[in-house]
């Protein structure tokens, strides 16, 4: 798989396009725990390296989403600290909407098996302790 920039002007607007895409959906995640973010985070900066180095360095900089990409990329791994704010998030959200909303009985159940799926997902990631020392910047300022 050739993981180079692309050249082509069409498949680049399509990289940035679906980067784009990406980092609303990661907006979204960041205010709805039903959707993720880190997820979102690392297809957009593989989309932005793909498609415009400028706006992938740009990502990778940015006070919000430049430290947890650079913890992925040095350790691949989430800090424990925002592991459990995630997983409180969700938790706290879904279970405050199952008891407000009037659902049928079997959309409960597949809510509950979504969610418990996605809580599984973020419990398994790698985690790296809060104090560990602060990845080194992937892209220099």
């Given at each position: 798989?050739?993981?180079?920039?692309?050249?082509?002007?069409?498949r680049g607007f399509?990289?940035?396009?679906?980067?784009?895409?990406?980092?609303?959906?990661?907006?979204?995640?960041?205010?709805?725990?039903?959707?993720?973010?880190?997820?979102?985070?690392?297809?957009?900066?593989?989309?932005?390296?793909?498609?415009?180095?400028?706006?992938?360095?740009?990502?990778?900089?940015?006070?919000?989403?430049?430290?947890?990409?650079?913890?992925?990329?040095?350790?691949?791994?989430?800090?424990?600290?925002?592991?459990?704010?995630?997983?409180?998030?969700?938790?706290?959200?879904?279970?405050?909407?199952?008891?407000?909303?009037?659902?049928?009985?079997?959309?409960?159940?597949?809510?509950?098996?979504?969610?418990?799926?996605?809580?599984?997902?973020?419990?398994?990631?790698?985690?790296?302790?809060?104090?560990?020392?602060?990845?080194?910047?992937?892209?220099?300022?």
């Amino acid at each position: 798989m050739d993981l180079r920039p692309v050249t082509d002007p069409l498949r680049g607007f399509l990289y940035v396009a679906g980067g784009w895409a990406c980092v609303g959906l990661a907006l979204v995640g960041a205010v709805l725990p039903i959707v993720p973010t880190t997820p979102f985070l690392l297809l957009a900066s593989w989309c932005f390296y793909r498609g415009s180095p400028r706006i992938h360095a740009w990502l990778h900089r940015s006070r919000l989403f430049g430290p947890m990409l650079d913890d992925w990329h040095h350790y691949h791994a989430l800090r424990g600290g925002m592991k459990r704010r995630a997983l409180t998030a969700v938790a706290v959200v879904v279970a405050l909407s199952l008891l407000v909303n009037a659902l049928p009985g079997w959309l409960r159940w597949v809510l509950f098996a979504l969610v418990a799926a996605g809580l599984w997902t973020i419990w398994s990631l790698p985690t790296i302790p809060d104090d560990a020392p602060r990845a080194p910047r992937t892209l220099s300022d």
